[in-house]
């Protein structure tokens, strides 16, 4: 029902920044939760952050939080991932995932049902 496309990704060097952006098409509602998730090779997949599409209320991983920054725009249906002070080991694949949002989950934890193809991003040192 719902198509996440992400895009941004990119080769950058230690310290500089990214920006990445999440397309959500098709039956899309407004109570939806969107969150970034990366994984890179050989190592588990791991939250990075998250936004609420109606209220707006974010959560980041401890391993971003004050450097990565996400934000909506409903009007376009995109979830932004501002990446900036990046370091070598954000270096993984950046998913761009959703589910229906869930007032007594956090959100970084539970199930995200719909996800895109990722997008590569790479972190020179």
């Known amino acids: 029902q719902v198509q996440l496309v992400e895009s941004g990704g990119g080769v950058v060097q230690a310290g500089g920044s990214l920006r990445l952006s999440c397309i959500a098409s098709?039956?899309?509602?407004?109570?939806?939760?969107v969150g970034w998730f990366r994984q890179a090779p050989g190592k588990e997949r791991e939250f990075v952050a998250a936004i609420t599409w109606s209220g707006g209320v974010t959560d980041y991983s401890d391993f971003v939080k004050g450097r990565f920054t996400i934000s909506r725009d409903n009007a376009k249906k995109t979830v932004n991932l501002q990446m900036n002070s990046l370091k070598p080991e954000d270096t993984a694949v950046y998913y761009c995932a959703a589910r229906l949002g869930n007032p007594r989950a956090s959100l970084g934890a539970g199930t995200y049902d719909y996800w895109g193809q990722g997008t590569q991003v790479t972190v020179s040192s």
């Open positions: 098709g039956r899309t509602f407004s109570s939806y939760d």
